[in-house]
């Protein structure tokens, strides 16, 4: 990044603003078309993972191998579709609602720590930035809900939003462990302070760490409202939850915030717990340190499908219980142990 | 001129909802327009260097607050355009009570000895959490035990009532006599 800064200063001969807002419009882009391609690639992931847990073969035919030009052809007919607006919509709500959902997506992935020093926005308060900016999806699922007028997208929006809003605090709470460790909320120095091989990942610090991760995972499928918590879009009571009435370009605007939301949260996973850019072991560490990254988040993505094709989902009810009698607790349990094990071990400053 | 710029977008993002906030007919609209003036403010605490304030604002209003605002306002039917009247018994309360606010916030705004000095932008959050947790403990303490009593508030609110036990109880009782 600052590279980046110095090259558009010296060589273009811009003023340090004209300069960071070049960087940022450059970055701006280049994390849309990193979300797309994650869409492309995560949707034909999605179907295998899940024809292969459930003995078939998913899609075959596009393309040469595996069917994979299934997403590029799905991509094609979904933007070629027909924008339909229903006549009693709130049409302005309604046409806004996919885009408020896609900037809070765009708008956490900027702090993200793809390799040293490359960071959209090295923010100081990075992480807490990640989890402030995502709750704007809330309110776009919230607008998208009512504004269609239809009470299968608004049920969906309201249990989207209940469950949003629920998990996350033990999302939230699962995180506190690993910035009480590094002291400092910067993306980038959670990452650096896992340096040195897998052992010195956050995740097997110490035991309350190792809990957290798992309290993280299960509140991270939570947000994104994929199985076994997907009831927001629970096909077979509410037709397709809060985007039932979307079509065509809309709908893709949807659906590529859900993928980049799962993405996020993998990542996060991965730079919080699992070491972020560094290699697990000294072997490896001829991979770049942005390919390190990617592959470990795709595979949490892997994790998340795995989970979603293999548990049946959970009712209202047992999704509240477990949220506020399970996790909360359980991962206030781990804060506190957490910061007893630093006490104990001296690594309290 | 760059910072009087962003300054003006800033504030123009700030009022211009919040006006359509307090005159749209259309009470979702009005909670919607909301998450702006909220954005806004957010964006004049990160000018003015407060990044902590800031990301806090989008965390505490547009996570949570906001939320909570529309789905009470959703739950209420939406009044149909052009039923709503407003007579002069609405104007001139509402004209009279904006008034006296304004000039209360306009006395205290001036009256303040501003410490108007520029510092370039630090990193907020440690000095923050230092000082929380020194010299404002008490403050902080005191803030937590007032949530925990709402939280408490709220459970007893929404506890189920045994048959005989509590104001539904009763009621039948009295029904079956």
Same mark, same amino acid.
């Given at each position: 990044?600052?590279?980046?800064?110095?090259?558009?200063?010296?060589?273009?001969?811009?003023?340090?603003?004209?300069?960071?807002?070049?960087?940022?419009?450059?970055?701006?882009?280049?994390?849309?078309?990193?979300?797309?391609? +994650?869409? #492309?690639?995560?949707?034909?992931?999605?179907?295998?993972?899940?024809?292969?847990?459930?003995?078939?073969?998913?899609?075959?035919?596009?393309?040469?191998?595996?069917?994979?030009?299934?997403?590029?052809?799905?991509?094609?007919?979904?933007?070629?579709?027909?924008?339909?607006?229903?006549?009693?919509?709130?049409?302005?709500?309604?046409?806004?609602?996919?885009?408020?959902?896609?900037?809070?997506? #765009?708008?956490?992935?900027?702090?993200?720590?793809?390799?040293?020093?490359?960071?959209?926005?090295?923010?100081?308060?990075?992480?807490?930035?990640?989890?402030?900016?995502?709750?704007? &999806?809330?309110?776009?699922?919230?607008?998208?809900?009512?504004?269609?007028?239809?009470?299968?997208?608004?049920?969906?929006?309201?249990?989207?939003?209940?469950?949003?809003?629920?998990?996350?605090?033990?999302?939230?709470?699962?995180?506190?462990? /690993? /910035?009480?460790?590094?002291?400092?909320?910067?993306?980038?120095?959670?990452?650096?302070?896992?340096?040195?091989?897998?052992?010195?990942?956050?995740?097997?610090?110490?035991?309350?760490?190792?809990?957290?991760?798992?309290?993280?995972?299960?509140?991270?499928?939570?947000?994104?409202?994929?199985?076994?918590?997907?009831?927001?879009?629970?096909?077979?009571?509410?037709?397709?939850?809060?985007?039932?009435?979307?079509?065509?370009?809309?709908?893709?605007?949807?659906?590529?915030?859900?993928?980049?939301?799962?993405?996020?949260?993998?990542?996060?996973? &991965?730079?919080?717990?699992?070491?972020?850019?560094?290699?697990?072991?000294?072997?490896?560490?001829? #991979?770049?340190?942005?390919?390190?990254? /990617?592959?470990?988040?795709?595979?949490?993505?892997?994790?998340?499908?795995?989970?979603?094709?293999?548990?049946?989902? &959970?009712?209202?009810?047992?999704?509240?219980?477990?949220?506020?009698?399970?996790?909360?607790?359980?991962?206030?349990? +781990?804060?506190?142990?957490?910061?007893?094990?630093?006490?104990?071990?001296?690594?309290?400053? | 001129?760059?910072?009087?710029?962003?300054? @003006?977008?800033?504030?123009?993002?700030?009022? @211009?909802?919040?006006?359509?906030?307090?005159?749209?007919?259309?009470? %979702?609209?009005?909670?919607? $327009?909301?998450?702006?003036?909220?954005?806004? $403010?957010?964006?004049?605490?990160?000018?003015?260097?407060?990044?902590?304030?800031?990301?806090?604002? %989008?965390?505490?209003?547009?996570?949570?607050?906001?939320? !909570?605002?529309?789905?009470?306002?959703?739950?209420?039917?939406?009044?149909?355009?052009?039923?709503?009247?407003?007579? !002069?018994?609405?104007?001139?309360?509402?004209?009279?009570?904006?008034?006296?606010?304004?000039?209360?916030?306009?006395?205290?705004?001036?009256? %303040?000895?501003?410490?108007?000095? $520029?510092?370039?932008?630090?990193?907020?959050?440690?000095?923050?959490?230092?000082?929380?947790?020194?010299?404002?403990?008490?403050?902080?303490?005191? @803030?937590?035990?007032?949530?925990?009593?709402?939280?408490?508030?709220? $459970?007893?609110?929404?506890?189920?009532?045994?048959?005989?036990?509590?104001?539904?109880?009763?009621?039948?009782?009295?029904?079956?006599?």
């Amino acid at each position: 990044m600052e590279a980046m800064y110095a090259f558009f200063m010296d060589k273009a001969g811009m003023g340090q603003a004209g300069a960071h807002v070049t960087v940022a419009a450059i970055m701006a882009t280049l994390m849309f078309i990193v979300m797309a391609l +994650c869409a #492309l690639v995560f949707t034909w992931m999605e179907r295998k993972v899940a024809a292969f847990l459930q003995s078939r073969w998913g899609p075959m035919r596009t393309g040469r191998w595996q069917g994979w030009a299934q997403a590029v052809a799905d991509m094609l007919k979904i933007l070629g579709k027909e924008d339909i607006i229903p006549a009693e919509a709130d049409k302005a709500l309604f046409i806004f609602a996919p885009l408020l959902v896609l900037l809070g997506s #765009l708008l956490a992935w900027a702090a993200i720590p793809w390799a040293p020093g490359f960071v959209a926005a090295d923010l100081d308060l990075g992480l807490f930035y990640i989890f402030a900016v995502s709750s704007m &999806v809330i309110i776009g699922i919230l607008m998208a809900g009512w504004a269609s007028n239809n009470k299968w997208a608004l049920y969906g929006a309201a249990r989207g939003a209940a469950q949003m809003v629920s998990y996350e605090i033990p999302l939230a709470l699962a995180a506190i462990p /690993v /910035v009480m460790y590094t002291g400092s909320l910067n993306t980038q120095d959670i990452v650096i302070a896992q340096q040195g091989g897998i052992w010195n990942w956050f995740i097997f610090r110490n035991p309350f760490l190792f809990v957290s991760f798992f309290l993280y995972f299960v509140a991270s499928i939570a947000e994104t409202n994929r199985g076994p918590f997907d009831m927001p879009e629970t096909e077979s009571e509410l037709v397709a939850g809060y985007h039932t009435e979307y079509t065509g370009m809309r709908f893709a605007f949807f659906f590529l915030s859900e993928y980049a939301n799962l993405f996020l949260v993998s990542m996060i996973a &991965v730079l919080l717990f699992l070491g972020g850019w560094w290699a697990p072991i000294p072997g490896l560490d001829f #991979l770049p340190a942005a390919l390190t990254f /990617v592959i470990k988040g795709v595979l949490m993505v892997f994790l998340n499908m795995w989970v979603r094709w293999t548990l049946p989902r &959970v009712r209202v009810d047992q999704l509240m219980h477990l949220c506020w009698k399970v996790m909360i607790p359980a991962a206030l349990i +781990c804060t506190v142990g957490a910061g007893l094990w630093m006490m104990a071990s001296g690594a309290a400053g | 001129m760059i910072t009087d710029l962003i300054f @003006v977008a800033l504030a123009l993002l700030t009022v @211009v909802p919040a006006v359509w906030v307090a005159f749209s007919p259309n009470i %979702v609209h009005a909670g919607f $327009a909301l998450l702006f003036t909220l954005l806004g $403010a957010a964006g004049l605490y990160a000018f003015l260097g407060a990044d902590f304030i800031a990301v806090t604002q %989008v965390m505490v209003y547009v996570g949570g607050v906001l939320v !909570l605002v529309l789905f009470t306002v959703m739950m209420t039917r939406v009044p149909q355009q052009g039923r709503r009247r407003h007579g !002069l018994d609405h104007y001139v309360p509402a004209a009279v009570l904006s008034l006296a606010v304004f000039g209360l916030l306009y006395k205290a705004i001036t009256s %303040v000895q501003w410490n108007a000095r $520029a510092v370039p932008a630090q990193p907020t959050t440690a000095e923050i959490g230092v000082n929380l947790m020194s010299n404002y403990i008490f403050p902080f303490e005191y @803030v937590s035990l007032v949530l925990l009593a709402a939280m408490i508030g709220a $459970a007893i609110l929404i506890r189920e009532h045994r048959n005989g036990d509590g104001p539904d109880g009763d009621r039948d009782e009295e029904v079956a006599s």
